[in-house]
């Protein structure tokens, strides 16, 4: 076993502990990205991204996760493929365990572990993701100009979706179990008050069904959860729409976490309830959940960590001199 120490842990190698590594480096931090079990993060799981500044061709996700771990490594940033699996922040230095046991020592500690989309868990629906089947909406939405899709949801997040996805299609289903809305209901009145949106009420996805060859999703086959009669509908794209998961088991108790498990932090700031713990990406916002907003506050977080360092040390130094 051995131990690792620096001044700046982050926990996390996607958009958001990347971006806070590359500053963290060029601040003199020394930093270690301790990746986990998915190096690079959600974008190595898709195909093209379109929306990432900077790029006016087509760009792959995986090549544009490289291409930052790269520039993280170049300016100094130690990389180490490991999962954390245990955490002590009650003194600083915080202390981290690997899952081979491994310590991981910072003086500050960054937390970029994001947050997983919910699915169905349906055969069909993970052999179509990426062909047809989508979680998310602002990045997928774009591709299906023109085109028919369903989202599956009843919470805000699914009317949201199908709100925005009026932008690219002028028919798009909404896709709910029950036969009320749990969305706020001001956009429930939005929804409703919409000519391209229809809403079908009691119905459980039970496939994706799959064009076969290189076509993709064409149709949702449903079921009544009331009569449990079956019925098809069309769609070029479906978008499950039903919650994330922020990975934060590892921190409760810890830290504060909001009521849907996210790290809660200072409005405007990455600072979390924990002095010297900051959290950047998807794992601290439930609202944009993009890979530019992820790469903007992993950068907020390096800067936040530098100003909280410079301090302690200016005061230690003070404490020093008495
Ligand atoms: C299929 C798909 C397509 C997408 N397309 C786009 C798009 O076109 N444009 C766009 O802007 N966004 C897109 N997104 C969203 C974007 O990927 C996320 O918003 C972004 O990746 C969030 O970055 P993050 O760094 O916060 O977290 P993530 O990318 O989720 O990275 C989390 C990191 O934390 C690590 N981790 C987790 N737990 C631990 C642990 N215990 N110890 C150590 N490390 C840990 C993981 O291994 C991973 O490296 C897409 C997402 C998906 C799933």
């Given at each position: 076993m051995a131990t690792h120490s620096t001044k700046m842990l982050i926990l996390g190698s996607g958009p958001a502990g990347l971006s806070a590594a590359i500053y963290g480096a060029r601040a003199g931090m020394s930093p270690i990205v301790v990746?986990?079990?998915?190096?690079?993060?959600?974008?190595?799981?898709?195909?093209?991204?379109?929306?990432?500044?900077?790029?006016a061709d087509v760009i792959q996700g995986p090549w544009l996760m490289e291409q930052m771990e790269k520039q993280a490594v170049h300016v100094g940033t130690r990389m180490m493929w490991d999962t954390i699996t245990g955490v002590d922040?009650?003194?600083?230095p915080f202390r981290l365990t690997g899952d081979g046991g491994d310590v991981y020592q910072g003086e500050v500690l960054v937390i970029a572990t994001g947050a997983q989309a919910k699915w169905l868990g349906l055969d069909s629906e993970q052999a179509l993701k990426g062909k047809g089947a989508s979680a998310c909406a602002t990045c997928d939405?774009?591709?299906?100009?023109?085109k028919t899709v369903a989202v599956i949801g009843g919470g805000n997040t699914a009317v949201e979706e199908a709100l925005y996805l009026t932008n690219h299609s002028d028919d798009v289903t909404l896709i709910h179990r029950?036969?009320?809305?749990?969305?706020e209901r001001i956009l429930q009145e939005r929804l409703h008050a919409h000519p391209n949106i229809r809403v079908l009420w009691n119905k459980e996805v039970r496939e994706f069904v799959d064009g076969g060859g290189n076509v993709g999703l064409v149709g949702l086959r449903l079921e009544d959860t009331v009569t449990g009669e079956e019925s098809r509908i069309d769609a070029d794209g479906a978008f499950v729409a039903i919650g994330h998961h922020p990975a934060t088991e590892l921190f409760r108790g810890h830290l504060d976490l909001d009521d849907d498990g996210y790290v809660a932090v200072e409005t405007g700031s990455?600072?979390?309830?924990?002095?010297g713990v900051f959290a950047c990406g998807d794992v601290m916002d439930k609202h944009y959940r993009q890979a530019v907003t992820a790469a903007g506050t992993g950068c907020m977080a390096a800067l936040d960590a530098e100003r909280f360092l410079a301090a302690v040390e200016f005061e230690e130094l003070r404490e020093a001199a008495e």
């Amino acid at each position: 076993m051995a131990t690792h120490s620096t001044k700046m842990l982050i926990l996390g190698s996607g958009p958001a502990g990347l971006s806070a590594a590359i500053y963290g480096a060029r601040a003199g931090m020394s930093p270690i990205v301790v990746q986990g079990i998915q190096p690079g993060g959600q974008l190595t799981t898709t195909t093209d991204v379109e929306n990432y500044p900077g790029f006016a061709d087509v760009i792959q996700g995986p090549w544009l996760m490289e291409q930052m771990e790269k520039q993280a490594v170049h300016v100094g940033t130690r990389m180490m493929w490991d999962t954390i699996t245990g955490v002590d922040l009650s003194r600083r230095p915080f202390r981290l365990t690997g899952d081979g046991g491994d310590v991981y020592q910072g003086e500050v500690l960054v937390i970029a572990t994001g947050a997983q989309a919910k699915w169905l868990g349906l055969d069909s629906e993970q052999a179509l993701k990426g062909k047809g089947a989508s979680a998310c909406a602002t990045c997928d939405g774009f591709f299906y100009r023109g085109k028919t899709v369903a989202v599956i949801g009843g919470g805000n997040t699914a009317v949201e979706e199908a709100l925005y996805l009026t932008n690219h299609s002028d028919d798009v289903t909404l896709i709910h179990r029950r036969d009320s809305l749990r969305a706020e209901r001001i956009l429930q009145e939005r929804l409703h008050a919409h000519p391209n949106i229809r809403v079908l009420w009691n119905k459980e996805v039970r496939e994706f069904v799959d064009g076969g060859g290189n076509v993709g999703l064409v149709g949702l086959r449903l079921e009544d959860t009331v009569t449990g009669e079956e019925s098809r509908i069309d769609a070029d794209g479906a978008f499950v729409a039903i919650g994330h998961h922020p990975a934060t088991e590892l921190f409760r108790g810890h830290l504060d976490l909001d009521d849907d498990g996210y790290v809660a932090v200072e409005t405007g700031s990455t600072r979390t309830s924990v002095a010297g713990v900051f959290a950047c990406g998807d794992v601290m916002d439930k609202h944009y959940r993009q890979a530019v907003t992820a790469a903007g506050t992993g950068c907020m977080a390096a800067l936040d960590a530098e100003r909280f360092l410079a301090a302690v040390e200016f005061e230690e130094l003070r404490e020093a001199a008495e």
